[in-house]
T-cell receptor
């Protein structure tokens, strides 16, 4: 599975959009991009995933560049409850494992 | 419905003792994963069970670690002769493996915090 690179930490003002970047320059054609988040003292929670098209659900939007070497998770209106560690993962859909890395610690500031 | 549950939530043990950690996956989920998360670190994959297939044990850090899944449901992670470096949160996840969908979301339990003194 491809490695991902994320900034270790970010701040975002409450009510503003949080844009979390992820680099995955070695991604291969059959690998999907997944995002999970982990709120303090809880297990990780699925957010969204995509292959090459932009995706949106009730939680977030995922923007994947045309060359698929990077992506951005967008939380459109961040709330204090969005403070968490966000993990970007790339994995082939047939893979067994998720390699979580160390993620980006997002702090939403009132 | 009920999510993934794990027990105990906290376990304190002495170095050299054996511990067993339990995971109850979501009913009907055929895939089960164990991860370990040390303080301030990301998740480290340990082992994966899928149906009746042989488990993927490639992430187990040493032969002191073992896991089993009985009846395709409950799983137990056993750590023998615990060491201080085994102290971590042990997370279990389960998923419903769909044959045609490209993705199988993992649902995580709350974890077991293991402290080895």
């Amino acid at each position: 599975d491809a490695k991902t690179t994320q900034p270790p930490s970010m701040d975002c003002a409450e009510g503003r959009a949080a844009n979390l970047p992820c680099n995955h320059s070695t991604i291969s054609g059959n690998e999907y991009v997944y995002w999970y988040r982990q709120i303090h003292s809880q297990g990780p929670q699925y957010i969204i995933h995509g292959l090459k098209n932009n995706e949106t659900n009730e939680m977030a939007s995922l923007i994947i560049t045309e060359d698929r070497k990077s992506s951005t998770l967008i939380l459109p209106h961040a709330t204090l409850r969005d403070t968490a560690v966000y993990y970007c993962i790339v994995r082939a859909y047939t893979g067994n494992q998720f390699y979580f890395g160390t993620g980006t610690s997002l702090t939403v500031i009132p | 419905g009920a999510g993934v549950s794990q027990s105990p939530s906290n376990k304190v043990t002495e170095k050299g003792k054996d511990v067993e950690l339990r995971c109850d996956p979501i009913s009907g989920h055929t895939a089960l994963y164990w991860y370990r998360q040390s303080l301030g670190q990301g998740l480290e994959f340990l082992i994966y069970f899928q149906g009746n297939s042989a488990p993927d044990k490639s992430g187990l850090p040493s032969d002191r670690f073992s896991a089993e899944r009985t009846g395709g449901s409950v799983s137990t992670l056993t750590i023998q002769r615990t060491q201080q470096e085994d102290s971590a949160v042990y997370l279990c996840a389960s998923s419903l493996v769909r044959r045609v969908a490209a993705y199988n979301e993992q649902f995580f339990g709350p974890g077991t915090r293991l402290t080895v003194l």
